[in-house]
């Protein structure tokens, strides 16, 4: 059992993360007093909102599936609210870039001493990728070797402020299970071995929220709000008591419904025709200012899995006329169950209906590197025809190294919807075989996009479509660009079992720096699926806290400390140090700015162990 401990630092940082939490869901309005009165109304006196939902930090890994058993919190007279009504599958792998609303549960009001949440490993479903981007299925251990079964997470509030449910606010809280920092990755001549020590970060504050994925079924309809309700089905459950919530449209809206694209303008009427409980999937958008969900894409009826069709997700990685070859396969079965085939072979036809961003296309929209959903008839486990069915294109996250920006952006790739270029073959992709793309020369459609902060081998990271097949150059056309300055970045070193004195190199309110000497396998910058190893480097970047509020962590055995302000992160980490305690490793998520060799972070963690150990 993992224990979080918040002294009087966090005790901040939880009222931020667990109960200063936006109103946006079970009839919330552009106000918070009219949320404020709905909640109200509806849960009486005596009862408060918590929302949760999850999502994960990037990690090397192909899938990562576990069951998530129980999300509780436990009242000061010691009554415990279960949170999440029974146990839920997820991988998380899948939500680098989304977040998925998993519960909204009601709550007896007052002061609550903790939160846990619990991870079963006995069914996990583990695949990390070689350097070569195949697929390697990872067996999973603890810090000591041995077998991981079940793990529990949990935090204890302490000090003079409670975490408080309040029957007038929705306490929202989104889990982020850091994959990365969790695990430790070992490549082995039969597999894999995964190490665990789970992270898991609490997030309210929404800064810089990701998109957020809601599934259910279809309540309401009302017009004059321009808002449905949905009775949350969250992952690939099909019964459960979830909770409810609005969700609310505008012109920007996307709408398939029952196979079609649907007019903006006609698409909420749409969904009003439906039969009742149909079937929906919303993409979509959290305003923390407005208070507000919006959907950018609703998916209603038969384009949703539930209605008895098979389902396949995943990425072309090569093409020969009308038969697809997908890698990252995950096929959700019309019964209800899910499989992961990391290889898969789909057949289209004329009569398969494409979409792409909301808009009928083409077969020859789908090329190398389309990241695909697709609905048809699963013939075996390495089989799906889908020509009677439909390919729906969801963008793609290309990153790599810039290379030439004269004539237009070129860049080498490093991955392609998470994968290394070493999986796809590009024959057919070019106007002529000449023209076919090569990974190590990409070329990329920037349109109005401004380039001209890149230079020669920045890192960048690039979303949007890859061009038609037989269309190429260019190789993709983006939609949206981020250098290396505002990348998303990870930083780890790690110090091997038996841990560093001397790692800790200046540790003021300024930042963080710690010592290259004694690292184990972990020491490197990662942005993009791009490594930079800091042994390159003169010195270790100097770790910069948040300007404002961050998550700043310190685990020792079974125990984490978090701090939500830095210079009280800095005095209990001296403390530790002067009393003997040594690094074995250190994580922090932000961006890495080469110019000055630092690394800003809001959120870092830094693990010590007794030198007796």
């Not at 792998?93 to 549960?105: G, R």
């Not at 990365?180 to 898991?200: H, M, Q, R, W, Y």
Request: with cysteine; hydrophobic share 40%.
């Amino acid at each position: 059992m993992f224990k979080f401990t918040f002294g009087r630092p966090l005790i901040g940082l939880f009222t931020a993360l667990l109960l200063a939490f936006s109103t946006f869901l079970t009839g919330c309005g552009g106000s918070s007093s009219t949320t404020d009165a709905i909640s109200a109304a509806n849960l009486g006196e005596d009862q408060g909102q918590v929302l949760v939902s999850l999502t994960d930090a990037e990690g090397d890994f192909l899938t990562y599936q576990v069951d998530v058993t129980a999300i509780t919190l436990m009242h000061s007279d010691g009554t415990q609210v279960d949170l999440l009504p029974e146990t839920t599958s997820v991988d998380f792998a899948q939500y680098v870039d989304t977040s998925e609303l998993l519960s909204v549960t009601s709550a007896p009001r007052g002061v609550y001493d903790s939160a846990s949440i619990s991870l079963d490993f006995g069914n996990s479903v583990i695949t990390v990728q070689d350097e070569s981007g195949n697929p390697v299925v990872a067996s999973v251990v603890d810090e000591d070797g041995t077998a991981v079964s079940e793990l529990t997470v949990q935090l204890n509030f302490n000090g003079n402020e409670h975490f408080v449910v309040n029957p007038r606010k929705i306490a929202h809280v989104t889990l982020d299970f850091d994959l990365d920092a969790s695990n430790s990755i070992e490549l082995t001549e039969t597999g894999a071995v995964v190490t665990v020590s789970p992270v898991l970060m609490a997030d309210t504050q929404h800064k810089d929220p990701k998109p957020f994925r809601l599934r259910g079924l279809l309540q309401e309809v009302d017009s004059e709000t321009q808002s449905f309700t949905l009775d949350l089905r969250p992952f690939r459950k099909r019964h459960g008591r979830f909770g409810s919530t609005d969700v609310y449209v505008d012109d920007t809206t996307n709408y398939e419904i029952d196979g079609e694209v649907t007019a903006n303008d006609q698409g909420l009427a749409a969904l009003a025709e439906l039969d009742a409980e149909a079937s929906v999937v919303v993409s979509g958008i959290w305003s923390k200012e407005e208070h507000t969900f919006t959907a950018t894409e609703v998916l209603a009826g038969s384009s949703v899995a539930w209605n008895n069709i098979d389902v396949l997700r995943g990425t072309v990685v090569a093409r020969s006329e009308n038969t697809l070859t997908v890698k990252g396969a995950l096929v959700e079965l019309s019964s209800g169950h899910a499989r992961f085939n990391d290889t898969l072979t789909l057949t289209i036809a004329d009569t398969t209906s494409v979409h792409k961003y909301g808009e009928e296309a083409d077969s020859a929209t789908i090329s190398i590197g389309s990241a695909i959903h697709a609905t048809g008839d699963v013939i075996s486990d390495t089989e799906m025809d889908a020509s009677a069915g439909l390919v729906r294109l969801r963008k793609v996250s290309v990153s790599g190294s810039v290379i030439s920006t004269e004539e237009g952006l070129a860049i080498d790739v490093a991955l392609i919807d998470g994968r290394r270029p070493d999986v796809f073959d590009f024959t057919g992709t070019g106007q002529s075989a000449e023209q076919d793309t090569n990974a190590a020369e990409y070329e990329i459609d920037t349109a109005e996009l401004n380039t001209e902060h890149l230079a020669v081998n920045d890192p960048v990271r690039i979303r949007g479509y890859v061009n038609d097949f037989g269309a190429a150059p260019a190789d993709f056309i983006a939609h949206t660009l981020v250098g290396a300055r505002y990348m998303k970045a990870g930083l780890s070193i790690d110090y091997g079992r038996k841990g560093s004195t001397t790692a800790v190199q200046q540790n003021t309110e300024a930042g963080l720096q710690l010592s290259l000497a004694d690292t184990g396998r972990h020491h490197h910058v990662g942005r993009g699926g791009m490594p930079l190893d800091m042994h390159n480097l003169d010195t270790m970047p100097l770790v910069v806290p948040a300007e404002d509020e961050g998550i700043y962590s310190i685990t020792i055995d079974d125990q984490i400390e978090v701090y939500l302000d830095y210079s009280e992160f800095a005095t209990a980490l001296d403390d530790y140090l002067a009393n003997g305690m040594i690094v074995v490793r250190f994580d922090a998520h932000g961006q890495y700015n080469a110019e000055n060799n630092d690394f800003e972070s809001a959120r870092l963690r830094i693990r010590l162990a007794s030198a007796e150990d």
